[in-house]
């Protein structure tokens, strides 16, 4: 594969040391997220979460990152342990222009998110726990390609107390 995602070493201060781990033997060993994704049985998004130090690794992640990056299991439990800090990699707003562009679709269009929704499924809010999302992309008719992102998320109705 010709375009890996690697580690933007302005991030490093930001991220636990298992990101550093996880990023170096990604790139020698030249696998892409969906690649570790597939022998994980997760979605790329929620593996590159990980190595960004944004959800938690399970057990079966742990056993199975240590083989596909051929990192030492004991290392990387060590160093995945606890809970995520989760949020703490980016400055609000975004100075990231493909990140800044995700946060610009929320504020243009949440509102319309947040009406279509609430006609569709009543009072509430859609989960970022209870959820799953991912990255795909289409190539139309005239050979453009079009990324197609997908969030999928359990509905929230408010409680009336």
């Not at 944004?54 to 809970?83: H, N």
């Not at 947040?114 to 991912?134: H, P, Q, R």
């Amino acid at each position: 594969m010709s375009h890996l995602a690697t580690l933007d070493t302005s991030m490093k201060h930001r991220l636990p040391a298992s990101a550093l781990t996880m990023f170096d033997a990604k790139a020698e060993m030249k696998l892409s997220f969906e690649e570790i994704a597939k022998e994980l049985g997760r979605e790329e998004v929620a593996v590159a979460a990980m190595f960004y130090g944004q959800a938690r690794a399970s057990e079966e992640d742990i056993q199975k990152l240590s083989k596909v990056l051929g990192v030492d299991q004991s290392l990387l439990e060590q160093q995945l342990a606890g809970f995520p800090d989760r949020g703490r990699t980016i400055d609000m707003p975004p100075k990231e222009p493909l990140i800044y562009r995700l946060f610009e679709i929320v504020q243009n269009y949440g509102y319309a998110y947040k009406a279509v929704l609430n006609e569709k499924l009543g009072d509430g809010i859609m989960s970022a726990i209870s959820f799953s999302t991912k990255v795909e992309k289409e190539t139309d008719k005239d050979g453009n390609n079009w990324a197609v992102i997908t969030l999928r998320g359990k509905w929230l109705p408010y409680s009336r107390f």
